[in-house]
Structures are given as structure tokens and as C-alpha cells.
């Protein structure tokens, strides 16, 4: 298995971080809006006091796995799943420009040769094979818009 | 969705090969895209579905609906307003869009970006009380809100949706302040004025004519000018002398902005036509509408007057978001 | 009992051939999407909702609840077949179940899970004709400064039964409640956090986040995990239990369902709370209590029966109040909006055909997975010997397909993406991300009640704590977040005394 091998604790303390800092950012895009006052809370009441928690909790969460760690180390994203998601991104923006056929036939194609370990020639005609099959499904039967793109019927 | 990329892709096409703007005579040569800002099912929806199956004889072309829902509506206003103007995408929207959401949220589009082709008829806001309220026609309600400033709540649709500044641009008329209470929809507003958590009701129709007839409610004050046969005890805005403060549901048909005009008024005349089959009528009977066809011209002028008076209620009550 | 005649048109609604053909699709449909991995009941409705505005109301909600069954049902025979909870409220079904699967039991778990469910259904359905009503009337005194404290409490609830350590699923519920407000201000017509995109007024899309939390997310586990051991259908002979299993299973199932139901008519509590419950008496009441964790019948019985009434009960919050119990019950909710159905204590006396056909359509479904899908749960373990590098790949496109039929919006898809990676990530480290979604789904209504209620007392905060309705919940909410601060103080005080 390749992938980032990272220790429990600190990957469980960066995200508990993380979520301190989106609770930064929640109080400073919620700066500009109107809190009211106790009274009647305006708009931006409710975002900064969850700004606010957030960034509490979260180090609180932090603090915790630091407290608690331990020797266990955790895969994050071996190549499968890197992969996986990377094609998954790409498909999501070229969905609606390139349409539903031709993405989603690389998308499949691509898979399949890396999670499936199929040579990328089968692999290929497998996920056209799949797309076609997928739109006459739901296009044809079910009737649900998919986007047509470049691909012509 | 398909339909709309296709057509784009069509349409530039056909502008590539042929060269020269579709000629009016023949138009529609294909079927035309009628966006609907709304999701399936709702009272737009239905509304736009049927003027479409109305219009597809008299037009001689597949209308192919395709709802667009987002912000209020918005968002399918202004993918007609950016759309090719060719005659081939067209929307069917009702006024939120167009007469109030622009001010409160920054839209991409104003009165020029879009050409008003005709409107359908429109379905009133009503403001009702409980049974045992001090008031029993419209002239006493206005009398106690008058004389208590601030101490009544309304439920309504939404601070600065259609409903609210329908209602508030009466107030502003009457001098009368009544505390303003938002609920997610008509249907909330009922329970919660029927559990008694605010004063009056302020919504459509359909909500709470079951609960007048069961004596739960009585109806005083409606924003249309005139009253309404389902509602025979409610005053319209023309008895108390407020006529000219009408605010409405309505729903219309636009086009892009810069649309041939041979093609718009042929637009209008099919679409016209549509809206006095006997289908169409009787699907606008049972939403529990009005109708009231309004050709391009009446249309536009709606729009423009309701838009600014809208602005100016928005900005008395302070949902303005341009000035910020 | 003007109940029951209601109940009767239901029924003779959802018995209409073609209605019937779509509670068999649903069923079909929902067991299949349930038995996938990264696939639960939520995104098998949600991928069939765009359908259902092409049917009438009735026809949709049956379609949907035939879904919603068939999933479940799904995610109990991976719980029982291979150990994977495919939905939160099968974790329990997990222990017991698992554990007779490789005894060779596993038809009878698969039957006593599906009986028990039927019957689950059936005591629910009961239960509503008698309480339903009154406790619809008793809602319309539910007001804005109730509906906080109501939410609050149901929050609470969430976080006492959450499987991650508190503070995290406090964490959790905050980051939920967080996105929660982006979106159009219904108080003020502010924009909050959309940067300028109309298609985010209306806020974060339900869908597309949770597809992405929960779906997405995970595919990218199970891809890093090695795959599971793939278990050889049961024969239609084994699927009957024995007289002994019989005999255990019985008053474990009559328990679940008086348990379920209970739990189901508190608003907010979802399946996993009442599942737990009824595991728990189950081994309470036990004889042999050893037995629990090692294969015991009435471990699968009593926390399968109970989920099931559950569902039947908390149509009652999720119909009257508009508090779904679980994300997969929000998607009815939605479809009941689409089709101008607003929930409220008027919905019972007003649109009874649309309340009681849903509970028919619901118990029909349960109906149709007990006579027709045990004997095709062979065909649906045989999706699971697929591979995952090909199965991974089409349930990935599914759920693009699910999403963007929704709106089309490129918008939503980029949700997806994202709450995959963001799930992803936290499920990695245990972060329980459905506190997340619980808290997303309520956290817009929480705050306008809360507003609300203080623009109706102009300011004044003693407004939560007046009338029945909110006093009522906030004595639950002061009990449990009592009991819960009981609880962590005495892990606190355990934790000290075993450190050295």
C-alpha cells in the first residue's frame, strides 16, 4: 500500500485545526453582516456565534487527540483513492461541457484501469460500453435530463 | 436542460452555416425551450406546462419545458435574459423575480434584458385575523392597526418576498406599523396563525380558505385591487382607496431583450390565444387564480411601476441591498 | 375511529395495479441501492425523486417509501451477510446478526429481520390511528419559541447517541449548523456567504452534500480498506428459522415494536437511538445474556423490529412538525413539498389521503420485501461478489447522475466533490458525520424559530420558557442534557482513576 501513512493523533488534531480555522473564516466573512443586537439578532448573529464555537471546539479537538496519542498511523489516500477522487473532480467539471456520454466513459475507462487492473483497451470499451448503457437507462426510460455536450444524440 | 445545450449547439450551428438571423416568417422551425424558474409542481410550473400543451397547435412546434429553480427564481431569469435571442428559449416566470428579488440580491439582469411578451392573470395576498379580532370589515381593521402601533404581528412568505412588501406597501400608504413574522411558506404561516403565535394571517389563498369556511378565520383585506368571489367578506385595495397599491402573485412570458420584433409579436399573439383555451382557463380556475391576459405593452408597464414602488418599499423597510 | 376509514382509502390507493408495479420498483430498486456500498436509502431516493415529479403525489410517495423499506431492508442483510451497516440504524443488527450468518443461520437472520420489520410496521400503524390525532391537535400549539427549544432538544439527542466522543460530535453539529446558514436570510433578505451566486441563495444543496459526506465518502474508504470477504447466498430452506429461534425471536419482536414506536414520536431521535434501546432491553431481559454478541436471536429481532416502528411513528414529527428523524426521511419531506404538500398539524385534517396513504405505502412496502424479496436476496448478495474496482467506478457515476438531475447545476456537482473529500477525511479520523447532516437539516429552521420568536415578543427572552409546548421541551432537554453531563463527568472520573 502506498499513500500518505500519517500518525492517528496528528491527523485527528489538523483536522480538529482545521475546523478552528473555518471557524476563523466563518467570523471574518461574517464580519460585514449585521448582528442585531440581543434583542433581535440580525443576520450575522447566528454565523458569529458559531464562528465562535467552532473555533473553540475545534481546538478542543485538537487538544484531545494530542492528549490521547498513541502509536497507531493512518493511510490517507493510497493511490486508489487519490486517483479516484482526482477523476471524480475532473468528471464533475467536465460534466456538463463535454456531456454525460463522452465524461463519463473516460471516467469509467480510467477506473476501471486503475481499480480494476484491466488493460486500458477493455477498460475503455468497458466504460463506453457502461455510459451508453447508463444514459439509455436514465435518459430513455427514466426520462432524467442528462447533459448532452459535445456527444450528438 | 438537454434541450437548452442542444439548441445552443444547434443554434450555433446553424449561425455558422447559414449566416443571418432566423427570418421571421419562419418561425418557430424548431421546437422552442420555454425555461421555468420553479421546480416541477408547483403552481408556476403547472401554469407553465399547460400554456405550453396550449400553444403547441397554434404554434406548430414541440415547447419543451424545462424547469431552472434557484434563488428565488433568479436563477432561470437569468439564463433567459442571457439567452440567444432567437425566439427559441423564452421563459415563463412570475413577478418575484423580476419586480423583487432585485432588490435585495444583485442580479445580472434589469428591465432591458428581457422583453416582456404578455402576462396570464395574477392571484391575490389576503390578510385575515382570528374570529374574535376587534374588526370586522377592512375599514376597522385599518382603524385598530392605526391605532396601535407596533403591537400586531403578521405571518407572511418571507421578509422582503413578494407577499411582505405587498403588505408593507399598504402600511407605508395607512402610516400603520405592524410587526412583521417570516415563515417558510403559506402553509406555516397557517399553522402558526392558527396556534395563535401571530395576529394575522398574510398569504395566498388556497392556505386558508379551508379554516375560513370551518369559521376559524375571517379574511378582511386583500392586495388586489378589486375582491375576489372566493372570499366574498374580504374588501379589495380600491374599497379602502388604496386601488393604486395593488401587489400580486402574477405569472408572464418573457423573452431575451433584443429579440426580432416579428418574432415577439407573433410570440404574443400565439401565446394570447393560448391563454383563452378552455383547458388553460380551467387550469387557472383550479389553482384558484385570476385571469387577466395582458398583452406586451401592459406587461412591460406592470413590471417598470412594480418595480419601482417595490424599490420603494424595500428601501423604507430597509432589505436594500444596492446602496451597500 | 375515523382513522381507520382514512387508512382504508390509503390502502386503496397504493392497492391500484400501477401503484403496486411502483412499490415493487422502489422495493427492487431500494434493496439494491442498499446492499451497495456508499449507496444507503438516502441516495437511492434522491436519484428517483426527479422521477417522481413526472407522477402524482401518491404514486411518488409510495415509489419512495417503497425505496426507503428496500434499503433499509438492504442495509440490514450487508449488516447480516458481511458486517457492513449499510444505513446507521443497522449498526446493532451488525453484532448478533453477523455472528449468526457464520453459524449458517443467516436466512433465519434475514427472515426473523424481515418478519420482525413487518410486524414492526403493523404495531406502528396501529399506534398512529390511536395517538396520531391527538397529538396533531396538541401540535398547533407548537410556535416559533417551542420549535427552538424542540430543536435544541433534538440536537441534543443526536450528540448523546452520536458513536464519536462528544466534543467531536459537538464540532460536528456546529460545522453542520455553520453551513446551515448559507443562503438568503428569510429575516432580513441578506445574502449570507453566497459570493455573489444566485444558485446559492437557496443555500448549501441537501442532496449534493450529503451524497457527498456519506456516498462518496464511502467509496474512497473502501477502496483504501482490503476488500471484504463476499459470503455465499443463503438457500430458500435456510431462510426458515427454526422453532427455538421462533420462540426467542417472538416477544424480543412484540419489545422492538413498543419500544420503536415510542422513541419514533420523539422528534428528532432517529433509528439509531431506538435500535441501541431495544438491543439493550433485549439483553436485559435475556435469560441467557451471555448469549448477546455471539449470535443471539433476539438481538436481531428486537433492534430490527424496533427500527421499522420507528419509521411508522416518526411520520408523526416528520409530517406534523417537519422534523425528519433521519436524512433519508428529509428527501420525503422534499418530494411532499414539490407536490404543494405542506407538513403541519393541519396535514392529518386537512390532506388525510396523503398522510395515510404514505402509512400504507410504507406498510406495503414492508409487505412486498417479506413475500417477495427473501427469496430474491440470492440475486442482490451476487451484486456484492462484483468487485469493488468495478463497482466503486458506476456507483461513483450514479451518484454524479443523482445530483445533477436535480437542478443541473455545475454548483452542486463541485458540492459533491468537495463534501467527498471533506467526509472522506473526517470519517478517516472518526468524526461522525451525521450529527453533520442532522444539524445542517435543522440548524436553518433553528434559527429563524429562534429569531422569530423573539421579533413576536419583541425582544423578550422569557418567551422560551412560556406556554405548555416549550415548557414541555425543555424539561426533556433539562433531563437529558443532564444525564449526558452526568455520564461525561463519571467518564471523566473513570478515566482519572484508571490513569496511573
Request: overall charge positive; aromatic content about 8%; proline content about 7%.
Amino acid at each position: 500500500m502506498t499513500g500518505l501513512s500519517v500518525p492517528r493523533w496528528a491527523g485527528d488534531a489538523a483536522v480538529g485545526l482545521a475546523l478552528a480555522l473555518g471557524g476563523v473564516a466563518l467570523l471574518w466573512l461574517a464580519a460585514p453582516i449585521p448582528r442585531g443586537s440581543v434583542g433581535t439578532p440580525g443576520p450575522g448573529f447566528m454565523p458569529t456565534v458559531l464562528g465562535v464555537a467552532l473555533i473553540g471546539l475545534g481546538l478542543a479537538c485538537a487538544l484531545r487527540a494530542w492528549r490521547e496519542r498513541d502509536g497507531t498511523a493512518v493511510t490517507l489516500a493510497d493511490r486508489k483513492a487519490a486517483v479516484c477522487l482526482v477523476a471524480l473532480a475532473a468528471a464533475a467539471l467536465g460534466f456538463i461541457p463535454l456531456g454525460f456520454v463522452p465524461t463519463v466513459a473516460l471516467l469509467l475507462a480510467v477506473l476501471f484501469t486503475v481499480l480494476a487492473g484491466k488493460p486500458w483497451w477493455r477498460a475503455a470499451l468497458y466504460g463506453l460500453g457502461a455510459s451508453l448503457a447508463l444514459h439509455g437507462v436514465f435518459q430513455r426510460i427514466l426520462g432524467l435530463g442528462l447533459p448532452a455536450g459535445i456527444w450528438p444524440f | 436542460m438537454r434541450g437548452i445545450l442542444r439548441g445552443v449547439v444547434a443554434g450555433v450551428l446553424a449561425a455558422g452555416l447559414m449566416t443571418g438571423p432566423a427570418v421571421a416568417q419562419d418561425y418557430p422551425a424548431r421546437p422552442v425551450t420555454l425555461i421555468v424558474p420553479a421546480p416541477p409542481g408547483g403552481g408556476t410550473d403547472v401554469f407553465a406546462r399547460q400554456i405550453a400543451e396550449a400553444v403547441e397547435p397554434i404554434l406548430g412546434q414541440k415547447v419543451i419545458v424545462d424547469n431552472r429553480a434557484g434563488g428565488g427564481g433568479t436563477v432561470g431569469t437569468t439564463l433567459v435574459s442571457a439567452a440567444q435571442p432567437d425566439g427559441y428559449t423564452l421563459g415563463f416566470v412570475w413577478n418575484s423575480p423580476l419586480t423583487t428579488s432585485p432588490h435585495s440580491l444583485t442580479v445580472a439582469y434589469t428591465p432591458d434584458s428581457y422583453a416582456p411578451v404578455m402576462s396570464i392573470g395574477y392571484s391575490s395576498y389576503v390578510l385575515c385575523a382570528a374570529p374574535d379580532f376587534p374588526a370586522a370589515t377592512a375599514k376597522e381593521l385599518v382603524e385598530r392597526i392605526k391605532a396601535e402601533p407596533g403591537k400586531y404581528t403578521y405571518g407572511n412568505d418571507g421578509i422582503g418576498g413578494t407577499m411582505q412588501l405587498a403588505a408593507e406597501r399598504v402600511f407605508a400608504k395607512l402610516g400603520a406599523k405592524v410587526r412583521p413574522v417570516p415563515f417558510g411558506g403559506a402553509g406555516e404561516t397557517a399553522r402558526n396563525f392558527l396556534g395563535g403565535h401571530v395576529t394575522f394571517y398574510g398569504g395566498s389563498l388556497p392556505p386558508i380558505l379551508p379554516h375560513v369556511a370551518a369559521g376559524k378565520a375571517k379574511c378582511l383585506l386583500l392586495t388586489s385591487a378589486g375582491r375576489n368571489p372566493a372570499l366574498p367578506q374580504a374588501s379589495g385595495l380600491d374599497d379602502i382607496g388604496l386601488g393604486a397599491e395593488e401587489t400580486v402573485l402574477w405569472w408572464g412570458l418573457i423573452a431575451p431583450a433584443r429579440t426580432p420584433p416579428a418574432v415577439l409579436a407573433k410570440l404574443e399573439k400565439a401565446f394570447m390565444a393560448a391563454a383563452e383555451t378552455d383547458r388553460f382557463k380551467d387550469a387557472m380556475d383550479k389553482q384558484g387564480a385570476t385571469r387577466r391576459v395582458l398583452g406586451a405593452r401592459e406587461t412591460g408597464a406592470l413590471i417598470r411601476s412594480e418595480l419601482a414602488a417595490l424599490g420603494t418599499v424595500a428601501k423604507a423597510i430597509g432589505v436594500e441591498r444596492k446602496a451597500q | 375511529m375515523e382513522s381507520l376509514g382514512y387508512l382504508m382509502d390509503g390502502f386503496a390507493v397504493a392497492f391500484t395495479g400501477r401503484n403496486l408495479l411502483l412499490c415493487f420498483v422502489g422495493c427492487l430498486w431500494g434493496t439494491a441501492v442498499g446492499v451497495l456500498p456508499g449507496l444507503g436509502p438516502l441516495a437511492g431516493m434522491a436519484l428517483l425523486l426527479p422521477l417522481t415529479f413526472k407522477l402524482d403525489p401518491a404514486g411518488a410517495v409510495i415509489m419512495l417509501a417503497g425505496i426507503f423499506n428496500g434499503a433499509m431492508y438492504g442495509g440490514s442483510t450487508t449488516s447480516i451477510l458481511m458486517r457492513i451497516p449499510g444505513e446507521a440504524a443497522s449498526v446493532v443488527t451488525c453484532i448478533d446478526g453477523y455472528e449468526m450468518a457464520k453459524r449458517g443461520r443467516a436466512g433465519a437472520a434475514l427472515t426473523i429481520a424481515a418478519v420482525g420489520s413487518f410486524v414492526g410496521g403493523t404495531v406502528s400503524i396501529v399506534g398512529l390511528m390511536a395517538v396520531g390525532p391527538l397529538l396533531a391537535d396538541a401540535m398547533l400549539t407548537v410556535g416559533p419559541a417551542a420549535e427552538f427549544v424542540l430543536m435544541l432538544t433534538a440536537l441534543l439527542v443526536v450528540s448523546a447517541v452520536s458513536s464519536s466522543p462528544p466534543v467531536k460530535t459537538l464540532a460536528m453539529i456546529v460545522l453542520g449548523l455553520a453551513l446551515g446558514t448559507v443562503g438568503l436570510d428569510q429575516l432580513t433578505a441578506w445574502p449570507r456567504f453566497t459570493f455573489g451566486s444566485l444558485d446559492l441563495t437557496d443555500g448549501i444543496n441537501f442532496v449534493a452534500l450529503s451524497i457527498g459526506l456519506f456516498g462518496v465518502s464511502e467509496i474512497l474508504l473502501n477502496l483504501d480498506e482490503a476488500a471484504p470477504q463476499v459470503p455465499r447466498a443463503p438457500r430458500l430452506r435456510e431462510m426458515l428459522p427454526t422453532r427455538q429461534e421462533i420462540r426467542e425471536a417472538a416477544p424480543a419482536v412484540l419489545r422492538g415494536s413498543g419500544v420503536g414506536f415510542l422513541f419514533g414520536l420523539v422528534p428528532g431521535v432517529s433509528h439509531i437511538i431506538s435500535t441501541f434501546v431495544a438491543y439493550a432491553i433485549e439483553k436485559k431481559v435475556s435469560k441467557t445474556p451471555e448469549k448477546f454478541g455471539h449470535g443471539a436471536v433476539a438481538g436481531v429481532a428486537g433492534p430490527e423490529t424496533a427500527n421499522n416502528a420507528t419509521t411508522g411513528a416518526s411520520m408523526i414529527p416528520l409530517l406534523v412538525l417537519g422534523i425528519p428523524a433521519i436524512p433519508a426521511t428529509a428527501i420525503l419531506l422534499s418530494a411532499l413539498l414539490i407536490h404543494g404538500v405542506q407538513p403541519g398539524p393541519l396535514l392529518m385534517s386537512e390532506h388525510p389521503q396523503v398522510f395515510w396513504g404514505l402509512i400504507a405505502s410504507l406498510y406495503l412496502g414492508n409487505a412486498i420485501l417479506v413475500v417477495l424479496n427473501l427469496p430474491l436476496i440470492g440475486i442482490f448478495v451476487s451484486l456484492l461478489r462484483t468487485p469493488m474496482g468495478v463497482l466503486a467506478p458506476l456507483v461513483l457515476v450514479i451518484c454524479l447522475i443523482g445530483v445533477y438531475s436535480l437542478k443541473g447545476s455545475p454548483l452542486d456537482l463541485a458540492i459533491l466533490v468537495g463534501a467527498g473529500v471533506v467526509g472522506y477525511v473526517l470519517r478517516k479520523f472518526s468524526y461522525d458525520v451525521a450529527p453533520l447532516l442532522l444539524a445542517f437539516v435543522l440548524g436553518d429552521r433553528m434559527e429563524l424559530s429562534f429569531r422569530r420568536a423573539l421579533t413576536i415578543s419583541d425582544g423578550d427572552y422569557l418567551v422560551f420558557v412560556q406556554g405548555p409546548a416549550a415548557r414541555v421541551f425543555l424539561a426533556v432537554l433539562v433531563l437529558i442534557g443532564g444525564l449526558q453531563l452526568a455520564a461525561m463527568l463519571l467518564g471523566w472520573r473513570r478515566r482519572g482513576a484508571a490513569a496511573p
